[in-house]
C-alpha cells in the first residue's frame, strides 16, 4: 500500500474546532505488533493539536 493514498486508508477523522483538536484512525495495511504473540496492530489513532494542561 503507497504512502500516497492516505484517503484510502482513513478510517475515521474528527475534528472538534471548538479545540481545534483532531483525532485521526487510519488503516495501517501492515501488522505492526511487535511479536507473533501480541494482538495484530493494523490500524493507528492519534490526536493533534492536545495539550496536557
Do not use: C
Not at 477523522?13 to 483532531?22: C, D, P
Not at 483525532?23 to 493494523?42: H, I, K, M, N, P
Amino acid at each position: 500500500m503507497s504512502p500516497d493514498n492516505f484517503e484510502n486508508r482513513l478510517v475515521a477523522k474528527t475534528e472538534l474546532s471548538k479545540h481545534k483538536i483532531i483525532v485521526s484512525t487510519v488503516f495501517l495495511g501492515v501488522d505492526y505488533s511487535a511479536s507473533s504473540t501480541e494482538e495484530r496492530q493494523l490500524f493507528e489513532t492519534m490526536v493533534f493539536n492536545w495539550t496536557l494542561d
